[in-house]
Nanobody
Framework: QVQLVESGGGLVQAGGSLTLSCAAS????????MGWFRQAPGKEREFVAG????????YYADSVKGRFTISRDNAKNTVYLQMNSLKPEDTAVYYC??????????????WGQGTQVTVSS
């Protein structure tokens, strides 16, 4: 069983940066791949980034590649999403998830409650 709590969302101007954190409970965090997803108003939830259990492999949606960086600290049971050069279209509720590290929601069994990111133009 894994419980996930996101933090770090907020309001930022276009071109700015934010770092999201996702703290996980449970002793088995290091065995899970982790992913970040987002859902904008009126849109379906979409994959943003994934990282394997060790942190040695990462995977990004084309829309964020080169701007966002996913990382993890297994000693702290935490996964991060560093977001740079933010755009208004990045505005969404961001969710972290535990399971695999692929782009499909079906690969993840545990989800956080989400944190709002709003990028003003």
């Amino acid at each position: 069983q894994v419980q996930l709590v996101e933090s770090g969302g907020g309001l930022v101007q276009a071109g700015g940066s934010l770092t999201l954190s996702c703290a996980a409970s449970g002793r088995t965090f290091s065995t899970y791949g982790m992913g970040w997803f987002r859902q904008a108003p009126g849109k379906e939830r979409e994959f943003v980034a994934g990282i394997n259990w060790s942190g040695g492999r990462t995977y990004y949606a084309d829309s964020v590649k080169g701007r966002f960086t996913i990382s993890r600290d297994n000693a702290k049971n935490t996964v991060y999403l560093q977001m740079n050069s933010l755009k208004p279209e990045d505005t969404a509720v961001y969710y972290c998830a535990a399971g695999s590290w692929g782009r499909s929601e079906n690969e993840y069994g545990y989800w956080g409650q989400g944190t709002q990111v709003t990028v003003s133009s």
